[in-house]
């Protein structure tokens, strides 16, 4: 429910709640929560195993999606601690690139190290902004920049 007002399309709760159930997206992937010390939710996103774009990047790739903080908790920071706890846990399970389609604006996760992906992702983005971090803030080789575009 935290993502409801933007991802809901005004579907009544049941509705949305069943197609979040039936998802084959988010079966996919790990939903990671962040509580405070009494269980309540603060925020919440998924991490889906990557294979970087056919590759491009790492084997070793994570995507992460529908990030989400009830809306009467946002601005308070709590987004941004889930992501910089969760990539840090991540990345000492030794994964080494981490993907977001950004709905919105980037600076959430500019703040976190993350800068746009190279061009050839933007085929797959369907109007979002596709964001890449590299672990251990590694800046991205420019020869990740270049190769074969999504046509050929
Ligand atoms: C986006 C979202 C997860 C942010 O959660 P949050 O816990 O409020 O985030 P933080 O407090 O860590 O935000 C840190 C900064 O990110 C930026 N930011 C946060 N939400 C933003 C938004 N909706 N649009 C643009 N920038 C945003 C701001 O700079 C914010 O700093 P501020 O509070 O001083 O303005 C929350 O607004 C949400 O659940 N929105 C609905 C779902 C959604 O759109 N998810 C994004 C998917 S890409």
Redesign the pocket.
Known sequence: M??Y???GAELPVEMYLDSCQASYKYKQGTFYVLQDDFGKL??S?IVYPLTAFGGVVSERAVGI???????Q???????????AMLMERLEAEGVDAFF??????????E?LGFAPAPEKCYDKSEG?IPMLRLAGDRSIAPELWQGPTPAE
């Open positions: 935290m993502g007002d933007a991802w603060l925020s996103c999606g529908s990030l989400a903080t009830p809306a908790q946002r601005h308070r920071g709590f987004a941004t601690l889930l992501l977001i389609h950004s709905d919105i604006h980037p600076r959430l996760y703040n979002t």
